[in-house]
């Protein structure tokens, strides 16, 4: 939108390229294209013409047209000196009275290109396939001997682009598609015009007796030295003309949410854990207490390993004391899963499918109370992708031993955490996990609706037994990816990890 002034204060904000540019336009009837200014030395580049027709246009005074055309160029003289493979062909079998076995004409072209010639007599119907004994000869039609001395359509346009660009409107649309699928032979090229003209505001400023001086726009102490600065003209600007949008520096909204998970947490008092992405089933399921039939170990859940397609576990005494608990309970006073415990599939390879691995291996490293840890970290499942699901996703981990750790201090732990990120409607439900019990979901309130954003529970005795844990342990998982959504009101998951630098620029920092 251009803002109304006086014609005189439009004249004092423009440069001195804007300047030059409504005289060069006015000499020429009001209508140039940045290429004839340039070539009739106007300018010197048509980037400072297009740069002040740009400005010329923003206030009102210039206008802009721009239109493309489409062209066909020649990429491969050769084929045309030469000929296509189907005439090469032509001419060979003609020379052979018309008939001739396939294998004859792939002794007489070299590289291959009897396959390529074969293909396209036959597309075209310029010879026939017939088999006599335990030979396959080819015979040409009488559509081969109609071309025999006439260029066929897409000979006519090749010799045609062999003398310059064909231009698209110029060019049959079928041929130019057979022509494009004979690799390397032809290419598109996509001009662009421009043309600069004046609006009436600029044919009146033209013709406004505009004088071409030499503007200073910065002021420098060379300039006052050498008292340059008395006889000079220094350019006025309009602070009410247009400017390009400016966008402060800033981190991914992921890297901020992860820096404030990471601060509330550090804050209340936690250690940063982590594990490694590839894990044994045994770490990332069986120590978990997940019976070796469940359906999170299936390939379709579940992403194993082709090298290493197993990972040994070390510590016999700890895969007894699992084997023991998956089959009977062992000392747990549990009564296990029942069958008999596989350690090959406790040591598949596989990318861990939640970050419960950490907490465990976490756990087993520091079992005595009391502790506080979390872990903002990357998980693999086999996930269709769609707008709320990913294959490779983030999970919030924590974990809590204490000797007073109980259910009410789980929640209130949830409470407390998504009230610092903003959220104070939290609903707690009943849930089931293998590992834990008793086990919830939680939900926020956002936009109207609740959203379920993770698990937690306290881990069940099977899971902590092994690692002579004496005190219960708090747990849970919360989706990050699902937090960023809400704390933006992203709609689409994968948005997060585009980047469309439009979006990034405009997503706020607080």
Do not use: C
């Amino acid at each position: 939108m251009v803002i109304p002034m006086e014609i005189g204060q439009i004249l004092e904000g423009l440069s001195y390229n804007e300047k030059r540019l409504l005289l060069a336009l006015g000499r020429r009837g009001g209508t140039a294209s940045p290429a004839d200014l340039v070539s009739e030395g106007d300018f010197s580049l048509e980037v400072e013409v297009m740069g002040a027709a740009s400005w010329l246009e923003s206030k009102g005074m210039a206008k802009i047209s721009e239109s493309s055309r489409r062209y066909y160029v020649l990429t491969d003289p050769s084929v045309v000196a030469e000929g296509l493979p189907e005439r090469i062909a032509m001419r060979i079998i003609a020379g052979s009275g018309g008939r001739m076995d396939m294998d004859a004409l792939g002794s007489a072209m070299s590289g291959g290109m009897d396959k390529v010639a074969v293909g396209w007599l036959k597309r075209k119907g310029l010879a026939d396939i017939v088999k006599e004994g335990d030979s396959k000869l080819l015979v040409l039609t009488d559509a081969a001997k109609a071309v025999e001395s006439v260029d066929m359509p897409d000979e006519a346009l090749l010799r045609r682009m062999s003398e310059g660009p064909v231009p698209e409107g110029e060019a049959d649309p079928k041929v130019i598609k057979d022509l494009k699928g004979r690799q390397g032979m032809i290419a598109e090229k996509v001009v662009t015009e421009r043309t600069v003209s004046l609006t009436d505001l600029g044919r009146e400023a033209a013709a406004s007796g505009i004088e071409l001086k030499p503007q200073i726009t910065d002021i420098t102490d060379r300039i006052i030295q050498n008292g340059e600065w008395r006889d000079a003209e220094f350019r006025k600007y309009d602070i009410q003309t247009f400017a390009p949008s400016v966008y402060a520096a800033k981190k991914h909204m992921l890297s901020r949410l992860s820096a404030q998970v990471s601060r509330i947490f550090l804050d209340m008092g936690f250690t940063e854990m982590s594990s490694e992405y590839v894990q044994p089933a045994f770490w990332n399921l069986d120590v978990l207490y997940t019976p070796q039939d469940h359906p999170a170990r299936d390939l379709q859940d579940t992403f194993y390993l082709e090298s290493p397609s197993s990972i040994h576990i070390d510590d016999e005494r700890l895969v007894d004391q699992v084997r023991a608990i998956h089959e009977d309970g062992g000392d747990t006073g549990s009564t296990g899963w029942g069958g008999t415990w596989s350690r090959e599939r406790a040591e598949a390879a596989l990318l861990r499918t939640h970050s419960t691995v950490s907490s465990i291996r976490y756990i087993a490293e520091h079992p005595d109370a009391p502790q506080k840890a979390f872990s903002i970290s990357r998980i693999f499942r086999n996930e269709s992708i769609d707008s709320t699901h990913l294959p490779e996703f983030t999970q919030i981990e924590g974990i809590i031993i204490d000797e007073n750790a109980n259910f009410d201090m789980l929640i209130s732990i949830i409470r407390e955490f998504y009230a610092r990120m903003g959220f104070d409607q939290i609903r707690i439900r009943p849930a089931y996990f293998p590992y834990t019990e008793p086990s919830l979901e939680l939900e926020v309130f956002f936009n109207g609706k609740w959203m379920e954003l993770g698990g937690a529970g306290i881990f069940r005795p099977e899971v902590v037994a092994p690692f002579g844990v004496k005190y219960p342990v708090l747990a849970w998982g919360f989706g990050f990816e699902r937090l960023a959504m809400l704390k933006w009101d992203i709609k689409d998951i994968r948005d997060l990890y585009i980047s469309d630098i439009d979006t990034l620029r405009s997503n706020t920092v607080l």
